[in-house]
């Protein structure tokens, strides 16, 4: 079977070598009035193997041929860009989960995870293991997490896991994270938000780095985050009519605080004892079609830097939350639990049609 393309480059070349006798059998058919080329109706060979090609006769097989394999090249390009892309153009704030994620047993090729966008020598000049490990993810200064779309439970009231993807605010193109939620489908329907799940924080290639316990709770929540199966941290809500409270634990040591005032205020700020700023949770207006109709929040994690000189790479272009000091890795995990318990008790819809903010209180 012959290759039309590379028998059409042939030709192309034996045409540039020949143009000085093509310009001339032009410039002569022109005075005459005549058409150089002759397209035959007969399915001829005017390119055949090693044979000298024919300049004044293209045959319709030929240029048939070379058309459909252009095509075939063309669709097989596109394909395989959007395999290796994932359809992603880079946007963060239309990025999912389910889009992005590497399917298990299956690994893409050219995924990498982004570089860290902070020196993790401004933490400790010897990590432990537990802050070794989950280093990859939240050594940044800012976290972008964006929720999935529950279309079952938008449609049918139908309760699904959350499923989250982190992406840092250095590094659009491609995630850095994913969450998702792991619990038992007939008490995700009966208990809904009291429900007890278990999250897997991953990295962008679907390593598990830690994860968090939720378990099941009747007046107020907590949230427990875990390293290698040992627990690191936990977040404990205290109860209030309208206010919203979460007592943030490293082990037996409180080191932050979050007192909300309720109602309209999507700013969760973390303070030690002192009252000064350790980081800062944002949940972002998405729009009006995505705050009414669905659960797919999005919050942005600021943990800032007390020295700048610890941004590296393209974390140089964007301002930083002033913080007191920089909260350690382990301290970081315990947040990233914090904005979880906080999706799960003030923004999440109870299955079917509702507005988001009407049910953000007991």
Same mark, same amino acid.
């Given at each position: 079977?012959?290759?039309?393309?590379?028998?059409? &480059?042939? &030709?192309?070349?034996?045409?540039?070598?020949?143009?000085?006798?093509?310009?001339? !059998?032009?410039?002569?058919?022109?005075?005459?009035?005549?058409?150089?080329?002759?397209?035959?109706?007969? /399915?001829?060979?005017?390119?055949?193997?090693?044979?000298?090609?024919?300049?004044?006769?293209?045959?319709?097989?030929?240029?048939?041929?070379? &058309?459909?394999?252009?095509?075939?090249?063309?669709?097989?390009?596109?394909?395989?860009? *959007?395999?290796?892309?994932?359809?992603?153009?880079?946007?963060?704030?239309?990025?999912?989960?389910?889009?992005?994620?590497?399917?298990?047993?299956?690994?893409?090729?050219?995924?990498?995870?982004?570089?860290?966008?902070?020196?993790?020598?401004?933490?400790?000049?010897?990590?432990?293991?537990?802050?070794?490990?989950?280093?990859?993810?939240?050594?940044?200064?800012?976290?972008?997490?964006?929720?999935?779309?529950?279309?079952?439970?938008?449609?049918?009231?139908?309760?699904?896991?959350?499923?989250?993807?982190?992406?840092?605010?250095?590094?659009?193109?491609?995630?850095?994270?994913?969450?998702?939620?792991?619990?038992?489908?007939?008490?995700?329907?009966?208990?809904?938000?009291?429900?007890?799940?278990?999250?897997?924080? =991953?990295?962008?290639?679907? !390593?598990?780095?830690?994860?968090?316990?939720?378990?099941?709770?009747?007046?107020?929540?907590?949230?427990?985050?875990?390293?290698?199966?040992?627990?690191?941290? *936990?977040?404990?809500?205290?109860?209030?009519? &309208?206010?919203?409270?979460?007592?943030?634990?490293?082990?037996?040591?409180?080191?932050?605080?979050?007192? !909300?005032?309720?109602?309209?205020?999507? =700013? /969760? =700020?973390?303070?030690?004892? !002192?009252?000064?700023?350790?980081?800062?949770?944002?949940?972002?207006?998405?729009?009006?079609?995505?705050?009414?109709?669905?659960?797919?929040?999005?919050?942005?994690?600021?943990?800032?830097?007390?020295?700048?000189?610890?941004?590296?790479?393209?974390?140089?272009?964007?301002?930083?939350?002033?913080?007191?000091?920089?909260l350690t890795l382990t301290e970081r995990a315990v947040t990233v639990a914090l904005a979880i318990s906080l999706d799960n008790d003030y923004f999440s819809r109870h299955g079917?049609?509702?507005?988001?903010?009407?049910?953000?209180?007991?």
């Amino acid at each position: 079977m012959k290759n039309w393309q590379r028998e059409g &480059w042939k &030709w192309l070349s034996n045409m540039a070598s020949s143009s000085v006798r093509f310009h001339g !059998n032009v410039a002569v058919a022109a005075k005459h009035n005549r058409n150089p080329f002759t397209l035959t109706r007969p /399915f001829g060979s005017a390119i055949d193997g090693g044979n000298e090609v024919d300049l004044h006769r293209l045959t319709r097989e030929f240029l048939a041929k070379l &058309w459909v394999d252009d095509r075939k090249m063309r669709n097989y390009g596109g394909r395989k860009l *959007v395999k290796y892309c994932g359809g992603y153009g880079g946007d963060p704030r239309w990025f999912s989960a389910s889009s992005g994620a590497v399917r298990r047993g299956k690994r893409r090729l050219g995924l990498k995870q982004p570089p860290i966008s902070q020196s993790v020598s401004e933490f400790f000049e010897s990590l432990s293991p537990e802050e070794a490990k989950v280093a990859p993810l939240l050594a940044r200064s800012n976290l972008l997490i964006t929720r999935d779309i529950e279309w079952a439970n938008l449609v049918m009231g139908f309760e699904q896991e959350n499923r989250y993807a982190i992406v840092d605010a250095c590094y659009p193109q491609s995630p850095v994270g994913f969450i998702r939620e792991q619990s038992n489908v007939i008490t995700r329907q009966l208990l809904r938000l009291r429900r007890p799940f278990v999250a897997h924080i =991953t990295d962008g290639l679907g !390593n598990e780095l830690f994860r968090v316990r939720r378990p099941f709770w009747w007046i107020t929540s907590s949230i427990y985050a875990e390293v290698d199966g040992k627990e690191v941290g *936990v977040v404990h809500r205290r109860w209030h009519l &309208w206010r919203r409270i979460y007592d943030l634990y490293l082990g037996n040591k409180q080191f932050a605080v979050v007192e !909300n005032p309720g109602l309209w205020n999507w =700013t /969760f =700020t973390l303070k030690d004892i !002192n009252g000064e700023v350790l980081a800062q949770i944002d949940r972002d207006w998405r729009g009006f079609g995505f705050e009414i109709l669905t659960d797919a929040g999005q919050y942005v994690i600021r943990f800032g830097s007390s020295d700048p000189s610890s941004k590296i790479g393209a974390a140089n272009a964007i301002e930083d939350l002033e913080v007191s000091r920089t909260l350690t890795l382990t301290e970081r995990a315990v947040t990233v639990a914090l904005a979880i318990s906080l999706d799960n008790d003030y923004f999440s819809r109870h299955g079917g049609w509702g507005l988001p903010f009407l049910v953000a209180e007991e």
